[in-house]
Nanobody, 122 residues
Framework: QVQLVESGGGLVQAGGSLRLSCAAS????????MAWFRQAPGKEREFVAA????????YYADFVKGRFTISRANAKNAVSLQMNSLKPEDTAVYYC???????????????WGQGTQVTVSS
């Protein structure tokens, strides 16, 4: 059993920055690969970024264009997503997710958080 809770969402102007955080509890955090997904109004959920359980591998969606950075803080059972140069099209609910397999966390994660709203104004 794993519980994930996201925080850090809010309203920001285009070009601004936000840092999302995800706190995990339950199974040993370091045993799980972590990822961020997002879902915009009227759109399907899409992959944003992933990081391996060891923290030595990362993978990003093309639309991030170097603007987002995923990182781990295992001592506090946390993963974060630093989002810079935000655009209105980044507006979405952002979800933290985790799975035991590296491939699965990028496609079909086993556990999901409740999500946090990010709104970017033009």
């Amino acid at each position: 059993q794993v519980q994930l809770v996201e925080s850090g969402g809010g309203l920001v102007q285009a070009g601004g920055s936000l840092r999302l955080s995800c706190a995990a509890s339950g199974r040993t955090f370091s045993s799980y690969n972590m990822a961020w997904f997002r879902q915009a109004p009227g759109k399907e959920r899409e992959f944003v970024a992933a990081i391996s359980w060891s923290g030595d591998s990362t993978y990003y969606a093309d639309f991030v264009k170097g603007r987002f950075t995923i990182s781990r803080a295992n001592a506090k059972n946390a993963v974060s997503l630093q989002m810079n140069s935000l655009k209105p099209e980044d507006t979405a609910v952002y979800y933290c997710a985790t799975s035991g397999r590296w491939a699965d966390v990028q496609t079909t994660p086993a556990y999901w958080g409740q999500g946090t709203q990010v709104t970017v104004s033009s």
